[in-house]
């Protein structure tokens, strides 16, 4: 049996456009943010991907799950990078410190030591800035697209039919998996199976994924022929693929297009120009280091 | 070569040739230091686009193998080969444990999926397994894009597929074996080498970075450790050809297309080779490869029985 996501008909911003209008924007969101480091282009990104949450209707208990895990993810990243500095190596040269805590004890020969500097608390905000906006663009897609689109969305962006149906069922599939493994899971807890306890080397860890990933991969393969069977019968790649729902292009959808395709353009021209490195105010650096 | 496929082909040499024109622009003659090291997201496609030629490359000499056809069973398993690796890297993500290394390559039990649906049903569902697959468990974390590591992942399960278009499985399986003991061996040597020369090492423990020394000796050993476990799988299965080809393409597979991204990733992030191999490679292949050792045996040896049964 397949799960679906949970997508439903909203009156929303997203659901307006055409779904292939979506992705293209969404896309062109995707690289404009990658290119900034800095947070004052940053900001007004994250504000239009905010703007786009709040007008998704999706309610919260809908995306309850999916939301913590990601602000956990977020959260867990940010502060790893701030913690370590890194990635942060790269972006600033000169850091100025704020404060700097030293472990009393030491591993291995290692005192464990803890640099607070201005670049680190800052670049550490501007990452939560990036990846916040572009986690929240990216949940939003498989709440608001119409499974029933995802083939011809997919072809309509100029995928070959076979490989536009491919991503179609890739998408269907995910969520049904995604159960079978929490059911495989805890068909094996029922039977004793304990992978949250770490005992032995690596070896038998690895070997205890066994009991999940094995059942789960032979019991989708096997439900494949089902699956083989009903589309060899409807005659799948015999011809052309037409779709049971057309798509068609209208001005809104071309407005959103030229919309992103402009943020992209701009973002590129402000890097020619020289902007959009990592920026920490000088305020900041004088107010709070030492 | 048919019409269709020239035109695919001339369109990513257009593109590649207009990414690298804005490199070249923007980064040489205008000197937007954006475009020339550091994280750069330009050449991330053009990494992407180098790959799918080599892809491409493999196709059009053996374009007469039956391996290259898609039918409707592939284009089934290809989709489930994907949404398996994606749910699997999702939930696996962090969550059994995490070997810090550079640019967030963790530990990816998952790995296995795309190595066993090229293996077992050829090249293109694996591409397909390890590229949409990665593309799908990144976008599930809501975490950024590295189309190049898509890519890399493509290649594994792509090399591993590779197996079925030589007609003597036996010697092609070895050459693999030795091929990735080869490579393998020169990454290890490069760790030790760059294990004395502290400078090195993108992980300085004076600067209260995380990643430490004993972690870097387990990572850059692991691949070899993951090698003797492909050669004992190998030998220990010398009776059982599938299994004994499988570990050892899904060898190779791991060591080009890890290598492929990250030996991207000294132009797209500006990382010394040394750091590339040492502290991207080896990490992020070396513990794939033990993961490859134990699972896609069980994998195989499970689809196996499945298909004796079944007569399919």
Same mark, same amino acid.
């Given at each position: 049996?397949?799960?679906?996501?949970?997508?439903?008909?909203?009156?929303?911003?997203?659901?307006?456009?055409?779904?292939?209008?979506?992705?293209?924007?969404?896309?062109?969101?995707?690289?404009?943010?990658?290119?900034?480091?800095?947070?004052?282009?940053?900001?007004?990104?994250?504000?239009?991907?905010?703007?786009?949450?709040?007008?998704?209707?999706?309610?919260? =208990?809908?995306?309850?799950?999916?939301?913590?895990?990601?602000?956990?993810?977020?959260?867990?990243?940010?502060?790893?990078?701030?913690?370590?500095?890194?990635?942060?190596?790269?972006?600033? $040269?000169?850091?100025?410190?704020?404060?700097?805590?030293?472990?009393?004890?030491?591993?291995?020969?290692?005192?464990?030591?803890?640099?607070?500097?201005?670049?680190?608390?800052?670049?550490?905000?501007?990452?939560?800035?990036?990846?916040?906006?572009?986690?929240?663009?990216?949940?939003?897609?498989?709440?608001?697209?119409?499974?029933?689109?995802?083939?011809?969305?997919?072809?309509?962006?100029?995928?070959?039919?076979?490989?536009?149906?491919?991503?179609?069922?890739?998408?269907?599939?995910?969520?049904?998996?995604?159960?079978?493994?929490?059911?495989?899971?805890?068909?094996?807890?029922?039977?004793?199976?304990?992978?949250?306890?770490?005992?032995?080397?690596?070896?038998?860890?690895?070997?205890?994924?066994?009991?999940?990933?094995?059942?789960?991969?032979?019991?989708?393969?096997?439900?494949? $022929?089902?699956?083989?069977? =009903?589309?060899?019968?409807?005659?799948?790649?015999?011809?052309?693929?037409?779709?049971?729902?057309?798509?068609?292009?209208?001005?809104?959808?071309?407005?959103?297009?030229?919309?992103?395709?402009?943020?992209?353009?701009?973002?590129?021209?402000?890097?020619?120009?020289?902007?959009?490195?990592?920026?920490?105010? $000088?305020?900041?650096?004088?107010?709070?280091?030492? | 070569?048919?019409?269709?496929?020239?035109?695919?082909?001339?369109?990513?040499?257009?593109?590649?040739?207009?990414?690298?024109?804005?490199?070249?622009?923007?980064?040489?003659?205008?000197?937007?230091?954006?475009?020339?090291?550091?994280?750069?997201?330009?050449?991330?496609?053009?990494?992407?686009?180098?790959?799918?030629?080599?892809?491409?490359?493999?196709?059009?000499?053996?374009?007469?193998?039956?391996?290259?056809?898609?039918?409707?069973?592939?284009?089934?398993?290809?989709?489930?080969?994907?949404?398996?690796?994606?749910?699997?890297?999702?939930?696996?993500?962090?969550?059994?444990?995490?070997?810090?290394?550079?640019?967030?390559?963790?530990?990816?039990?998952?790995?296995?999926?795309? @190595?066993?649906?090229?293996?077992?049903?050829?090249?293109?569902?694996?591409?397909?397994?390890?590229?949409?697959?990665? @593309?799908?468990?990144?976008?599930?974390?809501?975490?950024?894009?590295?189309?190049?590591?898509?890519?890399?992942?493509?290649?594994?399960?792509? +090399?591993?597929?590779?197996?079925?278009?030589?007609?003597?499985? *036996? *010697?092609? @399986?070895?050459?693999?074996?030795?091929?990735?003991?080869?490579?393998?061996?020169?990454?290890?040597?490069?760790?030790?080498?760059?294990?004395?020369?502290?400078?090195? @090492?993108?992980?300085?423990?004076?600067?209260?970075?995380?990643?430490?020394?004993?972690?870097?000796?387990?990572?850059?050993?692991?691949?070899? +450790?993951?090698?003797?476990?492909?050669?004992?799988?190998?030998?220990?299965?010398?009776?059982?050809?599938?299994?004994?080809?499988?570990?050892?393409?899904?060898?190779?597979?791991?060591?080009?297309?890890?290598?492929?991204?990250?030996?991207?990733?000294?132009?797209?992030?500006?990382?010394?080779?040394?750091?590339?191999?040492?502290?991207?490679?080896?990490?992020?292949?070396?513990?794939?490869?033990?993961?490859?050792?134990?699972?896609?045996?069980?994998?195989?040896?499970?689809?196996?029985?499945?298909?004796?049964?079944?007569?399919?």
């Amino acid at each position: 049996m397949l799960v679906s996501w949970r997508y439903r008909d909203r009156k929303s911003l997203i659901q307006w456009f055409d779904p292939r209008a979506w992705l293209i924007f969404y896309g062109c969101f995707l690289a404009t943010t990658l290119f900034f480091w800095d947070v004052r282009f940053l900001a007004p990104l994250a504000l239009l991907s905010l703007f786009v949450l709040i007008t998704s209707g999706v309610t919260w =208990a809908e995306m309850r799950r999916a939301f913590l895990f990601i602000i956990g993810f977020v959260f867990f990243f940010a502060i790893l990078t701030f913690l370590t500095g890194r990635g942060g190596v790269e972006v600033y $040269e000169k850091e100025h410190l704020v404060r700097k805590f030293t472990a009393p004890f030491t591993i291995l020969g290692w005192r464990p030591t803890l640099k607070i500097t201005v670049e680190r608390l800052f670049f550490a905000a501007s990452q939560f800035v990036r990846v916040f906006s572009i986690a929240i663009m990216t949940i939003l897609i498989p709440y608001t697209l119409n499974p029933a689109l995802y083939g011809v969305t997919f072809k309509g962006l100029g995928l070959p039919d076979k490989i536009a149906y491919a991503m179609d069922l890739t998408m269907r599939f995910i969520p049904t998996f995604g159960r079978d493994f929490q059911l495989t899971m805890d068909a094996q807890k029922a039977r004793g199976y304990e992978l949250e306890k770490i005992e032995g080397g690596l070896i038998a860890q690895v070997r205890k994924l066994g009991p999940i990933i094995v059942p789960v991969t032979i019991h989708a393969i096997i439900g494949s $022929e089902d699956i083989i069977d =009903a589309m060899d019968l409807r005659a799948f790649g015999v011809g052309p693929r037409t779709w049971l729902q057309e798509l068609h292009y209208q001005t809104k959808d071309r407005i959103l297009i030229g919309f992103g395709v402009f943020m992209l353009v701009a973002a590129v021209v402000i890097l020619f120009l020289g902007y959009g490195d990592f920026w920490v105010p $000088e305020a900041l650096i004088q107010s709070l280091a030492k | 070569m048919d019409k269709r496929l020239q035109s695919i082909l001339w369109t990513l040499i257009a593109v590649l040739v207009v990414f690298l024109l804005l490199i070249y622009v923007g980064g040489n003659v205008f000197g937007v230091e954006r475009l020339q090291t550091g994280e750069n997201p330009v050449l991330r496609f053009v990494f992407v686009i180098i790959g799918l030629l080599l892809t491409f490359l493999v196709y059009y000499l053996t374009k007469e193998n039956e391996a290259w056809q898609v039918g409707t069973r592939e284009v089934v398993w290809m989709a489930i080969g994907a949404a398996l690796y994606a749910v699997f890297s999702w939930l696996f993500n962090g969550t059994v444990f995490v070997v810090p290394s550079l640019s967030q390559v963790s530990l990816r039990p998952a790995i296995a999926i795309p @190595m066993f649906f090229g293996y077992a049903f050829g090249p293109v569902v694996g591409f397909f397994s390890g590229a949409v697959g990665n @593309m799908f468990g990144d976008a599930l974390t809501g975490f950024g894009l590295s189309p190049q590591w898509s890519l890399g992942n493509g290649l594994v399960g792509f +090399v591993a597929g590779m197996a079925v278009l030589y007609k003597n499985k *036996k *010697k092609s @399986m070895n050459s693999a074996l030795w091929i990735s003991g080869v490579l393998s061996a020169v990454a290890v040597v490069l760790f030790f080498l760059n294990r004395n020369m502290e400078n090195m @090492m993108f992980f300085a423990p004076e600067e209260g970075i995380f990643g430490d020394a004993t972690i870097s000796m387990f990572a850059g050993i692991s691949i070899i +450790v993951g090698f003797l476990l492909v050669l004992i799988v190998r030998f220990a299965f010398n009776e059982n050809i599938d299994i004994a080809a499988a570990v050892s393409w899904s060898m190779l597979g791991n060591i080009v297309g890890i290598g492929f991204a990250a030996i991207s990733d000294i132009w797209i992030n500006g990382f010394s080779p040394e750091a590339a191999i040492v502290g991207e490679f080896l990490p992020a292949a070396g513990p794939n490869l033990i993961f490859a050792a134990i699972l896609v045996p069980l994998l195989v040896a499970a689809y196996d029985a499945v298909q004796t049964q079944s007569g399919r």
